[in-house]
């Protein structure tokens, strides 16, 4: 409904009264026209306003309306009245026509005016009814106007809340508005002009959705922008700033006023103008993706800072324009300076030649170079699985006020780092588990703690919490593996140059042997065996020095007896084999103990060889062995041979001088062996032992049990040959089973109440020991239940050490005596002469043998098979070693004048 045809209806309400005159109330009108109160008041003000209409004020806020009487009623009689109704009639007639041609005209207008508006359109009248809707509109809303025209625009629409607060506002003040607001069901953006009239409201909407859109976009730029790490900057035609970034701002120092507008050389001298400017120029003809230029950036403050600039050409048309993105690349190129540098310590661990100097290195770098305050080299002893401290920084301390080996496992931070094989970086080490000592023990707070594989652990700390950034633990981490690098290296050039030199020494060695070997065959003394040894390793080039040692069983401590290529090595130094003693705990004291070779690689690495490393730098090694000098369990005392290599006596170098101790052992004990048998003098021992029997575990017996002989058939294997009374056979049968030593017992035969026997014994105690002392049995035997035996030595054997081996076999052996005893057979000698000289050790075995196995006996109580398999022998092996065993002896008794055998 338009304007003129509301104005129409108002004064038909006055029309319908029973006179024209008759006054209303604002109230009365708008029942009348179904309406507001507030739009029946604006209608009959604006009737009053062109006359069409008179009101008056009533009461305090009343107001009443009617229509005025025509000017040309004066008559008083009938006839005038009808005349003058006849005539208001008319006039109304016309007026309503005029007013309804006015009414048809206006639409027409309207409708042509709204036709050619772009906007879409809506009328609405006081109730927010839809009065009008233009074809835009229409399109917009994808609704038709049949369906909104004369509906609440509530209903059909669903405008949001502002929009219909908005409305309201209009048509209370009367005045526009102008909004924008997201219509949920139509999924857009609308941009609304609203203007309030007398009878409602114009609204005036477009589609603002991608323009909104656009915004928000921009928006994100914006935010993204100023949110950059890195300066964002724009510049006009000019090279002016014309936008900056919050961060660009930082960096120039300069306030976002004072920066925009002023030109780009404000920010870098003009080097870099021209610099810039040709790379503008090349960008702008033929490279539209940009250019990069570092440079150093000038700030406000008159300071500069390095830094990386891309930037490019933006703008419509055919103006140019520029922007660019900048990047303070400071901390870059501190890190390219440290990583030069790292490379130079790089360059240096490849030139490094020991592990020290390694560590040493390292340790300068992450100091020096990478500005860490506390720096400590964890090498891995491989020998024993623990981490030492070794090469260090200078303000180290503040970690610990002593550094002690630890454990390769998780006990400790140092341990789990080298045994999980990754970097382990704390910010606060004392909230790690394994601190591995008391937080009041240290002051370090961030901690990274990075393996170097095999070979250790770098571990650097600072006195703050958090001072290591990812940054640091990468340079940290790089510069270990370029230790563990360095590290590989040395350990493979080391290897080579020991293998080389263990070849080289290997071939000494054996050279070495083979010259001791031919000396020792010409020694007749036991003096004579040791120097030769010594003298020999001394002139090697292998080896600086060596000496030989025996045990002095009273005083417990190791005596020079010889030495070569160094005088008086022991002057003023005493070797202890007490365990309890500390001078006991070096090689010498623990290959006495152990009869086992002891060797040092490294003199200066040794934890044990601490007491002697200022012996070491006097006279020149590196590493050394101790080795046991022994046959058949008996130790004759320790050889030390030293070294100016590091690791000598490894792999077949090692062998080689272990089987040395054996060989030196085996000479020895021939000479003492020779000694004795070729001696007029002898030491003799006669033990004791009471009721061996129940000592073992066995019934007594009164029968008597002789040990005749006892044969070496090798491996510590002997056959024992005895005789035995019939009452003492049992128990003599008895005895594999409670001896371990023991293997077996076969009767030979029985004769007058007396049977031989013959045992097999692996590992016998006291035989093997005084085989291997150069002694012999002169007797033994079980008599009334009690054991005797009688034991011969040369007069050098050390007496007190044969007692402490027999009481260690037989703990209730008692001695009976020791004494002096003379040889005075020269046929003894001749015969003793043939056996240990003439006779092979194969040839005296089979001859003994087969002697005590009866097989010289007629008839024969063992056969030339029997006897072979006792030795492990062929019966044609056997024949051959008895017959020219045979010739020997006999040819010693028939070509010698004829003496007294005892």
């Known amino acids: 409904m338009d304007a003129a045809d509301s104005l129409a209806d108002t004064l038909a309400v006055f029309d319908r009264a029973d006179s024209p005159s008759t006054p209303y109330t604002t109230s009365e009108v708008a029942d009348e026209l179904d309406c507001s109160r507030r739009t029946a008041y604006n209608r009959l003000e604006r009737l009053a306003e062109s006359g069409d209409l008179e009101t008056k004020k009533v009461g305090a806020r009343g107001r009443v309306w009617w229509r005025p009487p025509d000017p040309t009623d004066g008559g008083s009689d009938d006839a005038a009245e009808d005349d003058a109704s006849v005539d208001d009639a008319t006039r109304l007639r016309e007026q309503v026509r005029r007013l309804e041609r006015q009414r048809e005209d206006l639409r027409r207008e309207l409708d042509e005016l709204f036709e050619r508006i772009d906007d879409a359109f809506l009328a609405l009248d006081d109730d927010l009814r839809v009065t009008y809707v233009n074809e835009r509109a229409e399109s917009l809303l994808d609704v038709a106007a049949t369906d909104l025209l004369g509906r609440p625009i509530h209903d059909e629409l669903e405008p949001g809340v502002h929009s219909e607060r908005l409305f309201q506002e209009a048509l209370e003040t009367q005045e526009s508005a102008t909004f924008e607001e997201f219509h949920e069901p139509l999924d857009r953006w609308f941009e609304a002009h609203v203007y309030p009239s ?28 100023e949110t950059l790490w890195d300066g964002v900057y724009a510049l006009d035609e000019d090279e002016r700033f014309v936008m900056a970034n919050r961060r660009f701002l930082d960096m120039t120092g300069y306030d976002r006023e004072e920066l925009l507008g002023r030109p780009i050389h404000l920010v870098h001298g003009e080097s870099v103008n021209e610099v810039a400017a040709e790379s503008s120029s090349t960008v702008a003809t033929s490279d539209p993706e940009g250019a990069t230029l570092e440079f150093d950036l000038r700030r406000k403050d008159g300071e500069t800072i390095p830094v990386e600039s891309r930037f490019g050409p933006y703008g419509p048309d055919d103006r140019y324009a520029w922007t660019g993105v900048t990047r303070d690349v400071s901390d870059r190129k501190r890190f390219e300076e440290t990583l030069k540098s790292l490379h130079d310590s790089s360059r240096e661990l490849l030139g490094a030649k020991s592990r020290e100097e390694v560590g040493e290195i390292a340790a300068n770098a992450a100091t020096d170079v990478l500005d860490l305050p506390g720096v400590i080299v964890y090498r891995h002893d491989a020998a024993d699985g623990r981490l030492r401290p070794a090469e260090r920084s200078v303000e180290a301390d503040f970690m610990r006020d002593e550094f002690p080996d630890v454990s390769a496992d998780d006990s400790t931070i140092t341990g789990s780092a080298f045994v999980g094989g990754d970097p382990v970086h704390h910010d606060d080490v004392l909230d790690a588990p394994n601190l591995g000592v008391d937080p009041d023990g240290t002051r370090m707070r961030a901690g990274s703690f990075v393996p170097m594989g095999d070979h250790g652990v770098l571990v650097v700390g600072s006195r703050e919490p958090g001072e290591f950034d990812h940054r640091t633990r990468q340079l940290v981490e790089l510069l270990a593996a370029n230790a563990e690098a360095a590290y590989d290296r040395v350990a493979r050039e080391t290897q080579l140059v020991r293998h080389r030199e263990q070849l080289t020494a290997l071939n000494n060695l054996n050279a070495v042997v083979r010259d001791i070997n031919e000396a020792l065959v010409q020694q007749s003394t036991r003096e004579q065996v040791e120097q030769v040894v010594c003298d020999r390793l001394a002139d090697a080039e292998s080896y600086e020095f060596a000496w030989f040692g025996t045990v002095d069983t009273q005083s417990e401590t190791v005596e020079l007896t010889a030495e070569a290529g160094v005088e008086n090595y022991l002057d003023g130094v005493e070797i202890s084999i007490d365990p309890d003693d500390a001078t006991a705990r070096g090689p010498t004291g623990r290959a006495v103990r152990t009869e086992e070779m002891q060797v040092t690689g490294d003199v200066f690495e040794d934890p044990d060889y601490e007491s002697w490393r200022d012996h070491a730098r006097v006279h020149g090694f590196r590493s050394s062995a101790a080795i046991p000098v022994t046959y058949e369990d008996t130790l004759y005392g320790v050889l030390n041979v030293y070294a100016d290599r590091v690791g000598a006596f490894e792999g077949d170098e090692r062998r080689v001088v272990r089987q040395l101790g054996e060989v030196v052992g085996h000479a020895i004990a021939s000479i003492e062996r020779k000694r004795a048998l070729m001696s007029d003098e002898m030491v003799e021992l006669e033990f004791r032992i009471r009721d061996v029997f129940e ?18 058939v090798g491996d510590d294997v002997f056959i024992e040959y005895g005789t035995a009374t019939n009452d003492a056979i049992e128990t003599l049968t008895a005895l594999p089973e409670q001896l371990p030593y023991w293997e077996e017992v076969t009767p030979v035969r029985e004769q007058f109440g007396t049977t031989t026997f013959e045992a097999r014994l692996t590992e016998p105690p006291v035989v093997s020991m005084v085989a291997s002392a150069g002694g012999y049995i002169e007797s033994a035997s079980i008599e009334g239940g009690d054991y005797h035996m009688t034991l011969h030595f040369p007069p050098t054997v050390d007496v007190r050490s044969v007692v402490e081996r027999v009481r260690d076999a037989y703990p209730t052996v008692e001695v009976v005596t020791r004494r002096q005893v003379s040889r005075t057979s020269e046929s003894l000698r001749r015969l003793d002469e043939v056996l240990t000289d003439e006779m092979t050790d194969r040839q005296r075995t089979a001859l003994e043998t087969a002697y005590f196995a009866g097989f010289f006996e007629w008839p024969r109580e063992s056969s030339a098979q029997d006897v ?11 024949h051959q070693h008895v017959r020219l065993a045979e010739n020997k002896l006999l040819g010693a008794l028939f070509e010698q004048p004829a003496t007294s055998i005892r």
Do not use: M
């Open 198 to 225: 007398d009878t409602g409201l114009s609204v005036y909407f477009r589609d603002v959705t991608e323009r909104k859109e656009r915004e928000r976009e921009l928006e994100r730029y914006e935010t993204v922008v």
């Open 695 to 712: 000592s073992v575990g066995l019934p007594e017996s009164e029968g008597t049990i002789s040990f005749d002989r006892a044969v070496p």
């Open 868 to 878: 072979a398999e006792s030795l492990g022998v062929a019966d044609a092996t056997f």
